[in-house]
């Protein structure tokens, strides 16, 4: 566990960012719609719905990859325990059960996120649009939205990043289970304490699709917990950076933030 806190804590940082700028964001759309931010309308509740929503999934998302992690070293410390065990048998399930549900909670995000923005720019009926309507609305040249800037980068987004993880999600859910490689070691050094590791990885296709950057272990892959982190920041990233824009460029900007 303690290898991944300081990853951990530099995705903390983007994370709280992006919340930051959704909370910014959706009072200064208050401001705009209502001229105060006491205002107590079915436009607010609606809206104040949609933003905790996409807090409550961002909030479920660090919950995942500090669970993804925590689960990593109590399989690392069963097999200290008793090394000729079959920790692998059962581990990398397990380990594979709390990545799928990592891959689907981030795709709703993208759900709740792209509801919050279709009922601010589209329309009050459009608070269940979802990702996929949304990206497509952008990169429909016939369709208002996607004549505001922010469209190209949802449709650039789409097509380089949220696709690939869509695709995966499709596999997994549909057709067949798509698991990373695992594997386990005994490393003895004269005058060193023996060290027990065990290892897993981001299933292949999924880390080829997005180019993952992270840890590679021999034999086995891009290192599952530190993938996972990636995944996670690149994505809220991109969350905090679109945020922030929108805020700028399509809000008066009457509520300033620290």
């Keep these: 566990m303690k290898e991944y806190v300081p990853s951990i804590e530099q995705y903390g940082v983007v994370a709280e960012r992006f919340s930051t700028e959704v909370i910014g964001c959706v009072m200064n759309v208050v401001v705009d719609k209502e001229g105060n931010l006491a205002a107590k309308t079915n436009y607010t509740d609606e809206l104040f719905l949609l933003r905790d929503s996409v807090l ?3 909030s479920a998302l ?3 990859i500090h669970n993804i992690c925590k689960q990593h070293e109590h399989i690392e410390n069963a097999f200290k325990r008793d090394p000729h065990g079959h920790v692998l048998i059962y581990s990398n399930n397990i380990q594979s059960f709390s990545f ?3 891959i689907f909670n981030l795709i709703s995000l993208y759900d709740y996120y792209a509801n919050l923005l279709a009922y601010v720019f589209i ?4 608070k269940r649009m979802g990702w996929n309507s949304f990206s497509r609305a952008c990169m429909d040249k016939g369709h208002p939205i996607s004549k505001i800037d922010f469209a190209q980068i949802i449709a650039t987004h789409e097509n380089e990043w949220v696709k690939r993880l869509q695709e995966f999600r499709a596999e997994i859910i549909h057709y067949n289970l798509n698991q990373g490689k695992s594997r386990q070691q005994i490393s003895v050094k004269q005058g060193e304490e023996v060290k027990y590791k065990v290892m897993f990885s981001v299933p292949e296709k999924l880390s080829k699709r997005l180019k993952l ?3 590679i272990h021999d034999g086995v892959g891009v290192d599952l917990q530190h993938g996972v982190i990636e995944i996670a920041t690149l994505s809220i990233k991109w969350f905090g950076d679109l945020t922030n824009s929108i805020t700028l460029k399509h809000t008066q900007n009457l509520i300033k933030r620290a």
Excluded at 123 to 126: A, E, H, L, M, Y
């Design 56 to 58: 409550y999934r961002l």
């Design 62 to 64: 660090g919950w995942h």
């Design 100 to 102: 799928d549900d990592f």
């Design 123 to 126: 329309g009050q009926n459009k």
């Design 213 to 215: 950057e992270s840890p």
